[in-house]
């Protein structure tokens, strides 16, 4: 089973910028839309972002004009690009892709394991 790999979080200071990855260990047929979660201590996981295989891109109303979600077709792998770093901006990323099955015909979602954002100085 294929699972995803997320890379880049880290500590960073509040107006500092970060970018994480996420891919798929092995291969794959083919990946419809990818995306960004994340979950913040004592809350529920939320949408960040989402990108098409067009580059139609959608982003919660938090991180507009901070964060740019980006992907390449070539290494079937997803970005997420954050500036302007707030504390609140602090949880665990989660990446979320949706993967071609031949078993059973249809996409189905695979997520990563999740990379830790802290904003704090």
């Known amino acids: 089973q294929v699972q995803l790999v997320e890379s880049g979080g880290g500590l960073v200071q509040p107006g500092g910028s970060l970018r994480v990855s996420c891919a798929p260990s092995?291969?794959?047929?083919?990946?419809?839309?990818m995306g960004w979660y994340r979950q913040a201590p004592g809350k529920e996981r939320d949408l960040v972002a989402t990108?098409?295989?067009?580059?139609?891109?959608n982003y919660a109303d938090s991180v507009k004009g901070r964060f740019t979600i980006s992907r390449d077709n070539t290494k079937n792998t997803v970005y997420l690009q954050m500036n302007s770093l707030k504390p609140e901006d602090t949880a665990l990323y989660y990446c979320?892709?949706?993967?071609?099955?031949?078993?059973?015909?249809?996409?189905?979602?695979?997520w990563g394991q999740g990379t830790l954002v802290t904003v704090s100085s």
């Open positions: 979320k892709m949706d993967i071609w099955s031949r078993l059973t015909s249809r996409y189905l979602e695979r």
């Open positions: 092995g291969s794959v047929f083919s990946i419809n839309t």
């Open positions: 990108i098409t295989p067009g580059g139609s891109t």
